[in-house]
């Protein structure tokens, strides 16, 4: 590995969210990463830090990760203010330190709302999307031989738009970003994904009702339209998916 | 939630239910706006003008009180659901970011819609003390208009005023098509165009009155 003085090669001061626990009350610490290669992902160089920690015999700092190339949504927390950090269209383990300046300060933040709780550090418990997602973000269908793939025609534009939606990795980067800790765009892609398709649509009212009925009970905040969780979000899903869930909502209610 | 037959109070306790009535309720203020600013702009043809559009505009008789009873409960209905929204936006967040960025969604008019909004509340009150609740029996509409505008400093807290509503409508015009639902890709770009240009026509339709009264007429 290269060493420090070496261009590639940066140091940083990190203002880390240490809590010990869910009850327990938290506080910033900071800490010196140094030689941190260029190369490296924002994860694999708290990996390098973790790793200094462990031998002085310190708590590593707790985050969430899995599959590190921006498809599971496990990762994320505020880096600098911003969800995912500072660029467009990527998840945490995609941020490259390259876009880091040697001797900055970066502040690393869980995503704060009252629906997700810190498990430890950055670590949180997202379990209330899987809660809302349980509620009606599903389509029922018996079980039996495979209906043949082309039976039910499929707009070729409702098609995109649906895997569009479908492209939500439930990573909350959207409810970490709203100044009102909305879930509106989670929910909205969700909503959206299953009734711009014909296999979506014989429960879309009691879907579109079950699950914002849900989202509200779990204390999200409501959306102003402030369109940050569409800015922030990784996979760049649109607020139009939110209009289309409104558009669920009145057609649920009025039908 | 249970839905089925109590539908509408579910609705009014779900969080689209209540953004609803903020964009039905704020849209209805937006057609008041330039209904208000269309009879307001007579003002340019003349002092006689001016003073028949007033008249004409009140021997409508019950139609007046009649909209003036449903602006007062459209005004309730958005300060209130507004207000609850507002404390439910702050209680969704009890730990607030050390540090917090803009993304680049947020404008002038989306941040400061709560505080525009209790301002242009305190200003309605004032507003409506100096013009509708205003002893017109010695006086003409005109006169009294001329006479409080030529107070600069009335007519400068007027314009900020101004400017503080348009501020608000640049945010909630776009915003309410956007709650309605009736606003998708091909349609989104054209109700924020509508909405600044309607927020322009009403900071400067509005803002631009005293200044007209005091220096050109």
């Given at each position: 590995m290269t060493k420090a003085g070496n261009k590639s090669c940066i140091n940083l001061k990190l203002k880390v969210w240490r809590q010990k626990g869910p009850d327990v009350k938290g506080r910033f610490e900071t800490y010196k990463a140094r030689d941190v290669s260029t190369n490296m992902s924002f994860l694999e160089m708290l990996d390098v830090v973790n790793e200094e920690m462990i031998l002085s015999g310190k708590d590593p700092i707790a985050f969430d990760h899995d599959c590190r190339e921006g498809i599971c949504g496990a990762c994320g927390t505020m880096v600098n203010g911003r969800a995912h950090g500072p660029?467009?269209?990527?998840t945490l383990c995609q941020l490259h330190m390259r876009h880091f300046s040697n001797g900055d300060t970066v502040i690393i933040e869980p995503w704060r709302s009252r629906a997700f709780k810190v498990v430890k550090d950055l670590v949180l418990d997202r379990s209330v999307f899987d809660k809302i997602i349980q509620a009606g973000g599903y389509i029922s269908v018996n079980t039996g031989g495979a209906p043949d793939g082309n039976a039910i025609p499929v707009p070729q534009e409702s098609a995109e738009k649906a895997m569009d939606a479908a492209a939500c990795i439930g990573c909350g980067a959207c409810v970490a970003a709203c100044p009102n800790a909305s879930a509106m765009l989670f929910v909205g892609a969700k909503v959206s994904q299953f009734t711009l398709l014909p296999q979506g649509l014989p429960e879309a009212k009691k879907r579109a009702l079950a699950m914002i009925g849900k989202m509200d009970e779990l204390g999200f905040g409501n959306c102003t339209n402030e369109t940050e969780c569409e800015k922030e979000c990784p996979k760049e899903i649109s607020i139009e998916n939110i209009a289309r869930m409104n558009r669920e909502f009145l057609k649920a209610g009025l039908s | 939630m249970q839905w089925g037959l109590n539908w509408f109070i579910c609705t009014l306790r779900s969080s689209i239910g209540k953004k609803l009535i903020m964009a039905l309720t704020g849209l209805g203020f937006c057609i008041f706006l330039i209904a208000h600013l269309a009879g307001n702009l007579t003002i340019c043809a003349g002092e006689d003008a001016f003073n028949s559009y007033s008249e004409r505009l009140h021997a409508l008789g019950p139609l007046v009180i009649l909209t003036e009873i449903g602006l007062l409960f459209f005004a309730v209905t958005h300060v209130f659901i507004g207000a609850y929204l507002f404390y439910e936006n702050f209680r969704a967040r009890p730990e607030k970011y050390l540090i917090k960025k803009n993304a680049g969604g947020r404008t002038i008019g989306s941040v400061t819609m709560p505080y525009t909004g209790l301002f242009i509340l305190l200003f309605i009150v004032l507003h409506l003390v100096d013009f509708h609740f205003v002893e017109k029996t010695d006086q003409t509409i005109y006169q009294i208009v001329l006479e409080t505008f030529s107070n600069p400093g009335y007519a400068f807290f007027y314009i900020v005023s101004m400017i503080i509503v348009a501020i608000h409508v640049s945010h909630g015009f776009w915003s309410a098509f956007q709650t309605l639902g009736v606003s998708n890709s091909g349609y989104m770009s054209l109700f924020r165009v509508m909405g600044i240009v309607i927020s322009l026509a009403v900071g400067f339709g509005f803002g631009l009155l005293p200044i007209y009264i005091s220096f050109i007429s």
């Open positions: 660029e467009k269209g990527t | -």
